[in-house]
């Protein structure tokens, strides 16, 4: 089976942009997570999509919003970027349920300038 | 509410010695708990979860509902168990948090 790709790998925005990333999981995984990698945080949990349904929902705000598509292909939007919105984004599937193994992908890097 | 919490933010062992990487959770109910690893310019993938309670690469987990913790441990590091270790886990809402990792840094 082909892995989890995310798109694009590498991407670099201005202050006040808007960007959206995207995430294939692993055919047959219903489940997309989203988190935020930064050296100083580590790995915060965004959100969790399931089946096109939001399922859980980390402590961002507002201006951080995902989507699920039916093929369980997931995108992630950041509105009005911030400086400190620099960070790996990595995409995570599972097969859903209570399945509790994610399969991460590469990630895409994210720099405000 | 849930937390996972690594104290170390760098761990330097020599090889051959003993490896402890340290984790304590912070949850309510009967949690799931997991380590997962990066290794350079790798995908972090998951490394070992205590509900099956095996050894991956010399690698074990005990989960201690008493103290909270669930911290990993190799009786002799190697040179190829440098890396990036995050702990985590998943509550009754199925939802996965991670600590903010260790990294592991085994000397020659």
């Known amino acids: 089976k082909a892995g989890v790709t995310q798109t694009p790998r590498y991407l670099i925005k201005t202050r006040g942009q808007q960007v959206t990333l995207s995430c294939s999981p692993i055919?047959?995984?219903?489940?997309v997570s989203w988190y935020q990698q930064t050296p100083g945080q580590g790995l915060q949990f965004l959100f969790e999509y399931f089946s096109e349904t939001q399922r859980n929902k980390g402590n961002f705000p507002g201006r951080f919003s995902g989507r699920q598509f039916s093929n369980s292909r997931s995108e992630m939007n950041v509105s009005t970027l911030e400086l400190g919105d620099s960070a790996l984004y990595l995409c995570?599937?599972?097969?859903?349920?209570?399945?509790?193994?994610?399969?991460f992908g590469p990630g895409t890097r994210l720099t405000v300038t | 509410a849930q937390r996972v919490t690594q104290p170390e933010k760098l761990l330097s062992v020599f090889k051959g010695a003993p490896v402890e990487l340290k984790c304590n959770y912070s949850y309510s109910g009967s949690p799931e708990l997991f380590w997962y690893v990066q290794y350079s310019r790798q995908r972090l993938q998951l490394l070992l979860r205590h509900i099956s309670r095996e050894s991956i690469k010399g690698f074990t987990a005990d989960l201690n509902k008493g103290e909270t913790s669930f911290h990993l441990k190799k009786p002799f590091a190697q040179e190829e168990d440098s890396a990036m270790y995050y702990c985590?886990?998943?509550?009754?809402?199925?939802?996965?948090?991670f600590g903010k990792g260790t990294r592991l840094h085994i000397l020659p």
């Open positions: 995570a599937s599972r097969e859903g349920g209570s399945s509790y193994e994610q399969y």
């Open positions: 985590a886990l998943s509550g009754e809402d199925d939802k996965i948090i």
């Open positions: 055919s047959g995984h219903r489940s």
